[in-house]
C-alpha cells in the first residue's frame, strides 16, 4: 500500500504516545534484527524505532535498509526516531490498516 499526504498525517498522529520499540545500537543492522521487526509490525502495524547515540548508522542508512529489504514504509524521521508503517499478514490484526485504507 502506497501511503498518501492524508495517511501518513494519519499515522504520524497515531504514533505521536507510542515509545520506541526497537533499537539501532552498536551492534548494526542485521537481518535477525529485521526479521524481528518485521515480525513485531505484522503484531501491532506502526512502532517506532530509535537509534541510539553509540550506533554507528546514520538514520538515511537504517531507512534504506529497511525500505530495500521489507515492504515496511517509513512515515516520517525525527532526529534519530523513526516511525515504521506494515499492513499486517494477519487478517484479524489489520485495525490500523483497515482505518488508513478508508481515508
Known amino acids: 500500500m502506497k501511503l498518501r499526504g492524508k495517511q501518513k498525517r494519519f499515522l504520524r498522529a497515531r504514533a505521536n504516545h507510542l515509545q520506541p520499540l526497537f533499537a539501532v545500537g552498536k ?8 526479521a ?3 515480525g513485531a509490525l505484522d503484531r501491532r502495524e506502526l512502532i517506532k524505532v530509535n537509534i541510539l547515540q553509540n550506533s554507528t548508522v546514520t538514520t ?7 525500505e530495500e529489504r521489507t515492504d515496511i514504509q517509513v512515515v ?6 523513526l516511525v515504521l508503517f506494515k499492513v499486517s499478514a494477519n487478517k484479524d490484526l489489520r ?9
Not at 551492534?27 to 529485521?34: A, C, I, P, V, Y
Open 36 to 38: 524481528q521487526l518485521d
Open 27 to 34: 551492534e548494526g543492522l542485521t537481518d535477525n534484527w529485521l
Open 95 to 103: 485495525d490500523l490498516s483497515k482505518q488508513v485504507a478508508a481515508i
Open 60 to 66: 538515511a542508512e537504517v531507512k534504506d535498509f529497511i
Open 76 to 81: 516520517q524521521t525525527i532526529g534519530r526516531v
